[in-house]
């Protein structure tokens, strides 16, 4: 890394320009987005996008999302939008809304990993934003972690990964949402939801009638299994401690207590209100269980937080799957790389 911005506060001219070289000479930028951060790089050069599978480790066939500023960046990208593709980028962009579309020829092939589609999202946070629209150049930018990982939602979290990995790393604060966007395609006319996230199936619901979820959200897909997103095939979210999930039920505590009894030395991720009903040593707390967007935004940090506990496994509270709660357990089940306790 050559540069540190502190963009906390507000974003500095000179160095947004700086910015703005480093993606024009195809540089690698960390940058905050209201998901989560992003390696972000030119969405137009192969050498650039090179770059970001390098330095993430990122399996060649998993496509990048491209970032834009506005419509008229997203015509410019891809060959046609169909009226049910038009209602959801009205409205859902800017936002944490990641459409599928086809593409033209202007991004290169290694952004799509030789796909003949491409996921673009319009961000909402203020510094992506500026970038893109300053430089017009639309960036790729997938989650920034090392690939497998939880994502990263503060620059604390990360800075060590990927400090050499990039040429510039800006500090925009703690990501808003804390979980990624919410990434669709449409199928047959319906809206298939191929990544939850922030916003929900109701959400999409409300605006075009129907939607579907992929029904691989919860599986687990084996590596030559034939997939809507690549992005579901591989190991994700995992932390290096074991992690199990114990699913939301009436007797959920009773069942975290039983692990608890059977093996000394584990850390709990759970609710604020269920720390004293816990008799764990070691609890990392998420957040109120009746705040979902709160647990959003801290899951992330804290299964990287449970590394440092230095335990021999983890005991994570799971949610109920609907609403926000389907996208955070989506999360959770990868970690636990699918040990789930119901
Ligand atoms: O919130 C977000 O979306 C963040 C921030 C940085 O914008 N980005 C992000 O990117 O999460 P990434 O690369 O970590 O995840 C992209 C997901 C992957 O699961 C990938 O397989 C899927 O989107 N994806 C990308 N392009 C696709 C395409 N053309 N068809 C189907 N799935 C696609
Ligand atoms: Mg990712």
Redesign the pocket.
Known sequence: MKYKFDWKDKIKNEELEKVIEIIKTNGLVLVP?E????IAASALSDEACKKIFIAKGRAQD????V?VSDKEMIRRLVKNVSDIEEKLINAFMPG?F?L?LEKNNVICDTA?AK?P???I?M?SNSIIHEIIKESQIPLA???ANISGKP?GTCIEDIFEELKDNVDCIIDGGECKIGI??T?V?VINNVPTI??P?YVTEEDIRKVCGNVRLSENLFKKVEENEKV?????KYRHYAPKTKCVLVAKSENQIAKINEILLENEDVCVIGFKEDRDLINAKKYINVGSKYNLEEVARNIFSALRKVDKENVDLAVIEGVEKEGLGLSIMNRLVRACENKVIE
């Open positions: 987005t998901t989560v951060y992003g998993n496509p990048l999302i970032h944490p990641t599928v799509s796909n589609t491409i996921g999202r961000p930018a997938p989650s994502s990624e966007s990434v395609k191929l990544r996230g809507e997103s690549p992005g579901m």
